[in-house]
C-alpha cells in the first residue's frame, strides 16, 4: 500500500464547476497535510495546508481533513481554466519529509 | 522576500559523471530539503538539511549526497551518474519545522546521456 493516495485521474470539469479531489494516507502518525499545485514544467506550488480535522477555506479552495479515515480532501469551486494542472497531496511525518501522493491531472473545460 | 533559487536550472550530463547542484533558501529559512521527481516515480524525498546537519534521509543510494553551509544555502551532489539519475531536482525551504511550510524553488532538471 502506498503511504499516499489520490483518486485516478486525469479529470476533466468545466468551467465553472465544482473540482473534487482525493487523498487517503495510510501512516496515522501523519499530522500535517498539504496540496500542491504543478503546471507542466514548473515546480509545486502550494496552495492549501491543513493541520486539524476539519474544512479551511481559502478563496475558491476548501480543504477537508479527516484523520478518523484517514482522508484529505480539496475542493476548487468556479473552476477556471487556469486551474488546469497537477494536484499533488502530501503528508508530513517526521521532521521535514513530505510524502507525496502520485498526482491528479485536472483539466477544466472553456 | 525572493523565493527559493536553484541552479543551474538545466544541465546535461553523461554516464559515470558527477553533478553538483546548488540551492538557496529563502532569507531566515534553515531546512532546506531535497526531492526527486520523475514520471515514473514521482516526487521522492532526498534529504533535509538544517543548521548544517542532516536531519532526514530518504530511500536513496549513497551516490547521492549533500551539504547545507553556515548561510544555510545547501548543495546536493550525485557520483557516478545513471541514466536513470534524470529528473528534475527540486530543493524546498521552511523556516521552523513543524509549524511552517514547504517552499519549492523552480528546479534542476537534469538529463543524464
Known amino acids: 500500500q502506498k503511504e499516499v493516495e489520490q483518486n485516478s485521474g486525469p479529470l476533466s470539469v468545466p468551467e465553472g464547476a465544482i473540482a473534487s479531489l482525493n487523498c487517503t494516507y495510510s501512516d496515522r502518525v501523519s499530522q500535517s497535510f498539504f496540496w500542491y499545485r504543478q503546471y507542466s514544467g514548473k515546480s509545486p506550488e502550494l496552495i492549501m495546508s491543513i493541520y486539524s480535522n476539519g474544512d479551511k477555506e481559502d478563496g475558491r479552495f476548501t480543504a477537508q481533513l479527516n484523520k478518523a479515515s484517514q482522508y484529505v480532501s480539496l475542493l476548487i469551486r468556479d473552476s477556471q481554466p487556469s486551474d488546469s494542472a497537477t494536484y499533488l497531496c502530501a503528508s508530513e511525518t517526521s521532521g521535514s519529509r513530505l510524502t507525496f501522493g502520485e498526482g491528479t491531472q485536472l483539466t477544466v473545460n472553456p | 522576500k525572493a523565493g527559493v533559487t536553484q541552479t543551474p536550472r538545466y544541465l546535461i550530463k553523461t554516464r559515470g559523471q558527477q553533478v553538483t547542484l546548488s540551492c538557496s533558501p529563502i532569507?531566515?529559512?534553515?531546512?532546506v530539503s531535497w526531492y526527486q521527481q520523475t514520471p515514473g516515480q514521482g516526487l521522492q524525498f532526498l534529504f533535509e538539511?538544517?543548521?548544517?546537519?542532516?536531519?532526514n534521509k530518504g530511500n536513496f543510494p549513497g551516490r547521492f549526497s549533500g551539504r547545507q553551509f553556515s548561510n544555510s544555502r545547501s548543495e546536493m551532489n550525485v557520483s557516478t551518474l545513471e541514466l536513470g539519475d534524470s529528473a528534475l531536482y527540486l530543493c524546498a525551504s521552511r523556516g521552523l519545522a513543524g509549524i511552517d511550510t514547504q517552499y519549492f524553488g523552480p528546479g534542476t532538471r537534469l538529463t543524464v546521456l
Open positions: 532569507s531566515g529559512h534553515r531546512s
Open positions: 538539511y538544517f543548521s548544517e546537519t542532516q536531519r
